[in-house]
């Protein structure tokens, strides 16, 4: 855990320092997208790639948004219809997940992961959603939050839902099938109060989500996977927030927390 928490210090560093320096400047979430590119490099093994662009379902004729990032599976045959570089069109097969970079977090951006999510959930309907990174919350009330979520015109099935948005000065919003959270739909997650470096354990969090997909794709499964690495370090750095968000509602009281095997982890007190 302290290596990646290591790796993920030395990121925030040197997203500061670009900060400072081009701070203002138009370009500025092309160049957070190809430092976090970079990033997950350092990480994923060679059977897995960094791209850009789009994934086209030819079952469908469905066509996702372009994508930030996306990491494919190069031992896929044929992962790609087209490809320039860095730049492909993927077959949703390929994808091990679609990466959204935003600079900050508000509802402008909000309402296009929402949208985007949407739209690429069409696009590859067994993968996982996209995962969004942000690096700076311009709201941090929930109650806000929560209006944004009310507002959407979207379905309101937890697959059309993006699989994380973690902003890194902020929180963690994970969202979670009916088996899991009742009511299903999106859960915020925050650090605990004796954590110092809050950005630094959201962004080692979004790391190992990128590796337990990576895992999951190449059907890994033994102690020495990422899960098992992070055992137990999730409550010790995070607590999950007993609100749920959801699509035309905004945001409910939690009910119910079950663990994957359907073990119950929380359960509302009946009022009396």
């Given at each position: 855990?302290?290596?990646?928490?290591?790796?993920?210090?030395?990121?925030?560093?040197?997203?500061?320092?670009?900060?400072?320096?081009?701070?203002?400047?138009?370009?500025?979430?092309?160049?957070?997208?190809?430092?976090?590119?970079?990033?997950?490099?350092?990480?994923?093994?060679?059977?897995?790639?960094?791209?850009?662009?789009?994934?086209?379902?030819?079952?469908?004729?469905?066509?996702?948004p372009q994508m930030d990032i996306l990491v494919i599976d190069e031992n896929v045959p044929s992962a790609y219809l087209f490809q320039d570089d860095d730049f492909v069109v993927a077959v949703p097969d390929a994808v091990v997940c679609a990466i959204e970079v935003k600079t900050n977090?508000?509802?402008?951006a909000f309402l296009d992961i929402a949208k985007k999510s949407e739209q690429y959930r069409k696009s590859n309907p067994t993968g996982f959603n996209i995962l969004a990174l942000c690096f700076k919350a311009k709201v941090v009330q929930i109650e806000t939050v929560a209006s944004w979520?009310?507002?959407?015109?979207?379905?309101?099935?937890?697959?059309?839902?993006?699989?994380?948005?973690?902003?890194?000065?902020?929180?963690?919003?994970?969202?979670?099938?009916?088996?899991?959270?009742?009511?299903?739909?999106?859960?915020?997650?925050?650090?605990?109060?004796?954590?110092?470096?809050?950005?630094?354990?959201?962004?080692?969090?979004?790391?190992?989500?990128?590796?337990?997909?990576?895992?999951?794709?190449?059907?890994?499964?033994?102690?020495?996977?990422?899960?098992?690495?992070?055992?137990?370090?999730?409550?010790?750095?995070?607590?999950?927030?007993?609100?749920?968000?959801?699509?035309?509602?905004?945001?409910?009281?939690?009910?119910?927390?079950?663990?994957?095997?359907?073990?119950?982890?929380?359960?509302?007190?009946?009022?009396?």
């Amino acid at each position: 855990m302290a290596l990646y928490q290591s790796y993920a210090k030395e990121l925030m560093s040197k997203l500061g320092r670009l900060n400072d320096l081009v701070g203002h400047a138009p370009s500025i979430g092309t160049y957070h997208e190809n430092i976090v590119g970079n990033y997950l490099r350092n990480f994923i093994s060679r059977r897995f790639s960094i791209k850009t662009g789009f994934v086209y379902n030819s079952v469908s004729n469905e066509v996702s948004p372009q994508m930030d990032i996306l990491v494919i599976d190069e031992n896929v045959p044929s992962a790609y219809l087209f490809q320039d570089d860095d730049f492909v069109v993927a077959v949703p097969d390929a994808v091990v997940c679609a990466i959204e970079v935003k600079t900050n977090f508000d509802k402008e951006a909000f309402l296009d992961i929402a949208k985007k999510s949407e739209q690429y959930r069409k696009s590859n309907p067994t993968g996982f959603n996209i995962l969004a990174l942000c690096f700076k919350a311009k709201v941090v009330q929930i109650e806000t939050v929560a209006s944004w979520f009310e507002s959407v015109d979207i379905k309101d099935s937890w697959l059309n839902y993006p699989k994380s948005i973690t902003i890194l000065d902020d929180c963690l919003i994970e969202s979670f099938p009916p088996q899991s959270v009742q009511p299903s739909g999106a859960c915020r997650t925050v650090c605990n109060d004796d954590v110092e470096e809050k950005s630094e354990a959201l962004l080692t969090h979004f790391l190992f989500s990128v590796l337990k997909l990576c895992e999951l794709k190449a059907g890994v499964n033994s102690d020495r996977t990422i899960g098992a690495i992070f055992s137990g370090d999730f409550d010790k750095l995070f607590t999950l927030k007993h609100k749920v968000f959801k699509y035309g509602s905004g945001m409910l009281e939690l009910e119910k927390l079950n663990r994957s095997d359907g073990s119950n982890i929380y359960s509302r007190p009946e009022e009396k």
